[in-house]
T-cell receptor
Framework: AQSVTQLGSHVSVSEGALVLLRCNYS??????LFWYVQYPNQGLQLLLK??????LVKGINGFEAEFKKSETSFHLTKPSAHMSDAAEYFC???????????FGKGTSLLVTP | DTEVTQTPKHLVMGMTNKKSLKCEQH?????MYWYKQKAKKPPELMFV???????INESVPSRFSPECPNSSLLNLHLHALQPEDSALYLC?????????????FGPGTRLTVL
């Protein structure tokens, strides 16, 4: 079955610094991969989605992710962190069965002034 | 428009109460989902409806009863809940069920069971 592992439950960056959130996947078939963001007391918002059309996927709010098959990775990056980026970030993979998403445990991003 | 709405935003109930959570989407999506999310954890899938039929029940206790009256509306009826059921309940929808479909989430209902 498909799964994702997020490395680092907490990441802290300075405002203006590079954001790098790590996600590795396990899948026997070409995966559909997602990054979602959750701000405090809110639902999940889709940042971006990988569907095999392009290895570099651009999302909202300046985020992008690169699919690397050789490394089974789908890391999320943003060149310059804003205070408003502080949130919980979830990587997810679409399961073979069709409906379900298998979420990683999440990474909490802290942005310091 | 990718909006999924949920009401109420907050709900406090006793263990003997009966209450319902409501979810609505007007994107023409044919698959709708209920998730439960505990603090600092990822969402856990509870139910999936596809074309208004229950497709997946992830072994959820019968004190949670889903209902899909039409393609835009999804309810979750709650009865005799336990304090451990306190959580954020998220609704989501996707264009269709099936692998790779993008799920759009609502803001959630924060449930507290006393």
């Amino acid at each position: 079955a498909q799964s994702v592992t997020q490395l680092g439950s907490h990441v802290s960056v300075s405002e203006g610094a590079l954001v790098l959130l790590r996600c590795n996947y396990s899948s026997s078939v070409p995966p559909y991969l997602f990054w979602y963001v959750q701000y405090p007391n809110q639902g999940l918002q889709l940042l971006l989605k990988y569907t095999s059309a392009a290895t570099l996927v651009k999302g909202i709010n300046g985020f992008e992710a690169e699919f690397k098959k050789s490394e089974t990775s789908f890391h999320l990056t943003k060149p310059s962190a804003h205070m408003s980026d502080a949130a919980e970030y979830f990587c997810a993979v679409s399961l073979d069965s069709g409906y379900a998403l298998n979420f990683g445990k999440g990474t909490s991003l802290l942005v310091t002034p | 428009d990718t909006e999924v709405t949920q009401t109420p935003k907050h709900l406090v109930m006793g263990m003997t109460n009966k209450k319902s959570l409501k979810c609505e989407q007007h994107m023409g999506h044919r698959a709708m989902y209920w998730y439960k999310q505990k603090a600092k954890k990822p969402p856990e899938l509870m139910f999936v409806y596809s074309y208004e039929k229950l497709s997946i029940n992830e072994s959820v206790p019968s004190r949670f009863s889903p209902e899909c009256p039409n393609s835009s509306l999804l309810n979750l009826h709650l009865h005799a809940l336990q304090p451990e059921d306190s959580a954020l309940y998220l609704c989501a929808s996707s264009q269709e069920g099936g692998r790779g479909g993008t799920q759009y989430f609502g803001p959630g209902t924060r449930l507290t069971v006393l």
